[in-house]
């Protein structure tokens, strides 16, 4: 703990940037004095400070504001500040409002509740053991009775009604809390372990089936309390004396803690993780310079220090496993690295081909990266970049300022994957079939990118490619792909609503509605689900409410063929116009002339941020390029609740 | 009374809580005075003295503690030296 009068200086530095509303600096400030000090009349001091800037840190460092309804049986009030202070470090104004302590099934179930009529952002559902299995307790007093798990069934099936009505009601994101496991039992810790109905077994059984449930539910994510319970120690989670007096579910001391883990289960509902990991070679995935001590003498292997790097290497194809693409940025010799990972491939854990992209010389790092980023057809925001050296780190922080940085500790090389693992940003609720195969497919970009270089005429070489475009209605494809690349599609994006889940559904299945998800493959590979449209026919207009791309198939005539089947169903729904909008954002300029490219005409529009384009139907059709051939557009019923008006 | 009489350290921490001016932090400001004194607060502003003074307050007393003078008192009577 610093000393009272740092503390004063800190405190002073936050008042300072907050009457300067400065976010940026407010932030630090808050940083800065939370990280030295753990008392809640600091927490309490930067979030009464901070509330009143809210707009500034909208304004100034674009964070997202979150209404946010908190259903609960417990004592949330004093974790508030806490809350709003880890939202702010992960980006995020939070906008909190608390349910009453009784009506968490009212607010859930019907229509008409505070809960359904805030029209929140998100819903955080923190119960208590008594609302999720009040049974259980008496029921493991034993360890052996079999009816344990009949209480557990239930206990799920009776959330997943209050989930599944909640859901028919509100397109809300949902984080639904488990259950914490008790430190210590009746039946003590020796039978807790070793009998097959123990609470604490059958608490873990009720957390899986609580995961399994919001798995199953759109934007939905199960927040492991048990997890940051374990990881501060059970036997200090829960201060009983104030449990019992007030019926606050955490001690003190872990209120930050609490926070800081609720914040990073919500954050993947919002915002995707990153992409790309870039790692340095020299002290950083081995021990030791390659240029000085050659191939041999580099540390990695099975020996110390050797698995730390090693341990490292694991890691890191853990994480490629599930789509974040690895690339090498180091200053060294091309042939010098090749030579190294030939010669020692016995002792590390990746070969050359785990990496999407290797970028060894002796120009800028930064360059490199930004190179990177074009050729993968991703923001540098999709960045993550790991070295050991300060200097290189600093470069980065000060050129790519989007790029996470992580400093691997070159004296203490076993700590490099703790510090990496401990952060947020790979983190994902889900992975899906193409990130497993994304790697895979990045590389099929570069072969493409080859033979391009080999036609000189566009038309021959997008023939040659053999395209093939599956539309499938976003019902039956898989849908969190699909609000997937909602959530994170930024160029070809012609409107960026951010839609959810419960809003394709909703598109998918209205009348007249559209909601198309579009597959393509070619002779390379298949790049699964990269496009995504919503449309909606009311009258004889077609609206198109989104319309969107992976970047990595933008220029191949997909999205000409995706325009042609909106047009072509909104016809079959008696639409004679069609309506596309355009919101420019800083990212999306690739699009800009997409409408008027495809022979729309600009609309006048008063005053809005948005840009109309029409389209006469009964007179111009859009078609289909020759190159793409089209699948599954006959199948009209896949687009549910559709119509035929004619 | 003034609110000289609440030692600083306590009147800040109050204010912040309670979010009012540290002027308006008295001994005789109490639940009953101040607005934004709600049970919710009470439980914050207690868990906040806990936390800054390294003590524990007896939950039977904690209800009774709603005004900023007995606040004072309970804190001294544990030794805290404001």
Partial sequence: MQTDLDRQNLRASLKEAVSSNDAAAALSATRALLSESQKTT????????????????????????LSTFAVRSVTLEPIVPFLAIQALFAGYVLDLQLGGFGSYVDELLNPNSELVRSNSDLVLIILDIEELAGQLPELCATGRNLNVDTEIQSSIERIGQLLRTFRSNS??????QGLAIPDVTALGEVADANLPFSLPVAIERVNRGLAALCGSISDCVFFDVDRVSASCGRSRWRDPRMYLASRVPVAADFFGAYAESLVRFVSPLFRPSRKVLCTDLDNTLWGGILGEDGPQGIATGSAFPGNCYLEYQQYLKQLSARGILLAAVSKNNESEVREAFSQRSADLALTLDDFVAIKIGWGEKAESIREL??????????????????????????????????????DEPWRLTGILARRPFFDTAFVSQDDMNRVHEYKAQAQRAELEQRFENRDEFLASMEIVCTFQSA????????????????????????RSAAEVEEFASSQGGQAWAVRSRDRFGDAGVVGIALARTEGDICLIDSF???????????????????????????????????IPTKKNAPCASFYPDHGFSQKESAGSASVFYELDLTAAPVTSPVWITVEGNQSHELSAGTVLTS | MSSQQVPSSLRELLADIFEVAPEEITPDA????????????HLQAILALEGEYGIQFDPQRIPELTKVSLLQAELEKKGVAL
Avoid: H, Y
């Fill in chain 2, 30 to 41: 109490s639940a009953e005075t101040l607005e934004n004194w709600d049970s919710f607060r």
């Fill in chain 1, 373 to 410: 980023a074009k050729e993968l057809s991703l923001g540098l925001d999709s960045f993550v970049f790991v070295d050991d050296n300060p200097m290189e780190c600093e470069a980065i922080r000060r050129q790519l300022p989007e790029v996470e940085v992580i400093s691997a500790p070159v």
């Fill in chain 1, 548 to 582: 969107l791309l992976s970047c990595r198939v933008i220029g191949r005539g997909i999205e000409t063929a995706m325009l042609a089947q909106i047009a072509e169903q909104a016809v079959q729904d008696g639409a004679k116009r069609l309506i596309g909008e355009f």
């Fill in chain 1, 475 to 498: 019902l039956t494809a898989p849908l969190a792909r699909a609000v997937q690349l909602l959530a994170k599609t930024n160029q070809f994006n012609l409107t960026t609503r951010r």
């Fill in chain 1, 42 to 65: 600091d927490t309490i001091f930067c979030a009464s400070r901070l509330l009143g800037m809210s707009e500034v840190f909208v304004q100034q460092l674009g964070f997202r504001k």
């Fill in chain 1, 171 to 176: 397109s809300a994101r949902v984080v639904l």
